[in-house]
């Protein structure tokens, strides 16, 4: 069963944006991607060390695969289709997915970082993950 995002988001969002189920998909958007850099931004303001933000490099990083072998679209990831740049690409995106999750082990591991840090860099990760879920669900339908 999948979730879609209908009917009126009046309570969310401004009056003006309230009619038009596209927007309202993208606000939402874009609050998920804000609250996972803000995490980003607090993992390393909180403990007063810098160290996590080493890990938003990643998150530059995880979609540059596929805006220079899929076309800008998240859907070859997903297809079994391919060749040599298309498998390129879904290892790429792989390698720095599972990376924004190594760094902060690796940087806690050699006490760089303190715990707390890495598990709000966990959080925004996870954020992350469900902001770029969203958006492929949203990009599957027609009406974008």
Not at 31 to 44: K, R
Request: proline share 4%; hydrophobic share 55%.
């Amino acid at each position: 069963m999948a979730m879609t995002i209908e009917g009126d988001c009046s309570l969310l969002f401004h009056p003006l944006v309230s009619g038009d189920p596209v927007i309202c998909k993208l606000a939402g958007l874009a609050f998920m991607f804000s609250s996972s850099i803000l995490l980003q931004i607090l993992a390393c303001a909180i403990y007063n060390n810098w160290w996590p933000m080493l890990s938003a490099l990643m998150y530059v990083l995880v979609p540059m695969p596929c805006l220079f072998f899929g076309g800008g679209s998240t859907q070859f990831l997903i297809s079994r289709d391919g060749g040599g740049w298309m498998d390129a690409a879904k290892f790429l995106t792989g390698a720095s997915a599972v990376g924004s999750i190594a760094i902060p082990i690796i940087l806690r591991h050699a006490d760089l970082i303190q715990t707390g840090a890495m598990f709000i860099e966990f959080v925004s990760f996870f954020i992350f993950v469900c902001t770029v879920l969203c958006f492929h669900r949203a990009s599957l339908d027609d009406e974008w």
